[in-house]
Every structure is written in C-alpha cells, then in structure tokens.
C-alpha cells in the first residue's frame, strides 16, 4: 500500500508543477528509503503516526546523515503526505506538525572580479581553432553576464539569440521564464560566434546534408547541444589557462560571482532574485551572508583601530 503511493505521487509532481527529473529522481530516494524503514518495523505510509516519522528522522540523525539530508528526506515524507491528505488516501497529515532540523547555511563559493576577468581573457585565446575560441568567449561572457544555471547556458536555443537581442529569454527550472540584460561584451561575444556558428552549419548543411541545430552551442553527442559535463572541463581548462586555482572554479561559482558582484556594486536583492530566477528570495539572501564577511574582512584589515 505505501510503496504504491510513490509513482503517482512522482507523476502528480510531474504534471502538476512540472518538476525537474532531477527532482523527481531525488523524491523516488528519499520516499523509498523511509518506506522500506517503516515496511522494517511492519508500518506504511498510510499507517504511520507523527511518531514513527519521528523516530525515522532520529534514525537518519544516528547514522551520520548531515542536516541537509535529513532536511530534504523529511520534505519529500511532507510533500507526499499532502499529496496523500489531498487525494482522500489519508484523513490525516501526520508529518504536519513535525519541524525539520534546518540546514547548514554554507556561504556559496565565489569567484573575485580578478579572477572573473582572468577567466574572460583565457577564453579569447583557448581553443584548437579561431572557432573554438569564438564559442568559449560567447559561453564564458553569457554566463558571467545573465548568472544562468549551466543546464539554461547550454541548452540555449539559437532562436533566442537571433536579431542582436539586448536581453536573452531563458527557460529555468519549471520551465518558469525569464528576460536577462546582456552586457556589451557579451552581445559582441554572442554576434561574433553567430557568424561562425551559421557558417559552419551551412557548410556541414551542404557537404553532409546535416539538418540545422536548434540550439545556441551545437554538438554531435545525443543532447544535441554541448553537455554540462564538457562545459565543466572547459572550464576547468580556463581556469588554468588564466591562473585561476581550477579547485575555486565551476559553472556555478559563476552564477555565484554573477551575484555577489551586482550585490558589491549596489543592486538590491529584489533584482538579483529575479535574474537567477529563484522562487523564494530567502535563496537569495545567503549573498547577503557573502557580503557580510567581505565587509567584515575589510573592516578588520583597513580600520586604523583594528590594527595592533
């Protein structure tokens, strides 16, 4: 009984409000592991008494599992057991009142404009061939322009970037919209690789009968785009192209420095919020906490009375 409530509870999710795979992926985890817990102890979702969560919750916490875990664990048991309350298969919500044990507010890593413009450079003059270098500029400058996620940056239809856009519609999580400005460099970047990039099409167009890619960054593989996984190399490969500790440097330490820089520079969280695409601006604040501790260095190392 309470392992079938799981598929159509993914489905609901999935039809409802249009939830990421990824996403689904995580709740079929973490909902098959506090099933087979509770079938351990004879109990069932459709049986189960705030109680028995709770002592599934103590449960994870003996075994070592950090607070984010066990946070998100007892976030799908909650999300299920609306589900649940609002299909009629339960007259109760047990997990209602249960409160979770919080999560780690880890201060997201973050790049310095030195080392952005670092990053930029390494770009222009990295690549096996001019069309190489074309495509890594227009990638690096997109991404620190509009702070996309790296799934958005990669997966960007050519469409979007037709007709010398000023901002960029992107498609995020949810499949929710949003317009981002584009900076100068990054709309020369994007003009730049344009004329490469149709080139190269109608040319292969023509010798191999190759249909016209939909998307921004084309490639040979199954997605048809260029993948998260080679763009993560890439720059990787910049960051020691440019001097950059590759350790300090992903895809979202971009977003991160996107962010933080805007904050630096006096743009207020409202905004910020709106061009990452975050649906709670509680997700935003934590560049607050970025700030914060800048501020808090600067203080200790410029003010003539923090000086022995």
């Given amino acids: ?10 489905e609901a999710q999935a039809a409802e409000l249009n939830a990421a795979e990824n996403t689904l992926l995580a709740y079929g985890r973490d909902l098959r592991d506090a099933c087979d817990w509770l079938a351990a102890r004879g109990i069932g979702f459709d049986t189960a008494t705030r109680a028995d969560l709770e002592a599934y ?18 976030s799908s048991i909650k999300q299920i057991y609306r589900f649940a ?52 500029t227009c990638l690096m400058q997109l991404l620190y322009a509009t702070g996309m996620r790296v799934s958005e940056l990669v997966g960007l239809p050519v469409s979007a970037a037709r007709g010398d856009p000023q901002v960029l519609l992107i498609r995020g999580k949810g499949g929710k919209e949003r317009m981002v400005p584009l900076s100068p460099p990054a709309r020369a970047a ?17 010798e191999k009968g190759t249909a016209p890619s939909r998307f921004l960054f084309p490639s040979h593989g199954k997605a048809g785009h260029l993948t998260r996984v080679r763009f993560f190399t890439l720059i990787k490969e910049l960051a020691v192209t440019g001097g950059v500790s590759p ?38 604040e934590i560049y607050t906490h970025v700030l914060d501790e800048r501020l808090k260095a600067l203080v200790l190392e410029k003010h003539p009375l923090a000086k022995s």
């Fill in 190 to 206: 994007l003009a730049a690789w344009l004329v490469h990039r149709d080139e190269a099409e109608d040319l292969a167009r023509i």
């Fill in 57 to 74: 919750l103590i449960a994870l916490d003996a075994e070592g599992l950090a607070r984010s875990t066990r946070a998100r664990r007892l």
């Fill in 1 to 10: 009984m309470t392992a079938a409530w799981i598929s159509p509870f993914l």
């Fill in 85 to 136: 309350y609002e299909d009629g298969l339960r007259t109760d919500n047990p997990a209602l009142q249960i409160k979770g044990p919080g999560r780690d507010k880890a201060l997201p890593k973050t790049l310095t404009m030195e080392e952005v413009d670092r990053l930029l450079a390494a770009a222009e003059t990295h690549g096996r061939s001019a069309g190489d270098r074309l495509r890594n």
């Fill in 247 to 284: 350790e300090t440097v992903t895809p979202h330490t971009l977003r991160h420095a996107f962010a933080t820089h805007l904050l630096q520079n006096g743009a207020d969280l409202r905004s910020i919020q709106t061009l990452l695409g975050h649906a709670d601006i509680a997700t935003t």
